[in-house]
């Protein structure tokens, strides 16, 4: 649904679990392929 209102737009999925999906950048401590930042 959010492809088809802003197909050119960057879009980030937060809390992302599993794979990723072609066109979005992903943030969470299940997602697969994201940046893992730990607090110091």
């Given at each position: 649904m959010i492809e088809s209102?802003?197909?050119t737009l960057?879009?980030?999925e937060?809390?992302?679990r599993g794979p990723e999906r072609a066109?979005?950048?992903a943030w969470g401590n299940?997602?697969?392929g994201a940046?893992?930042?730990e607090a110091d």
């Open positions: 209102y802003f197909p960057p879009k980030i937060l809390n992302r066109g979005w950048d299940e997602a697969e940046a893992h930042f």
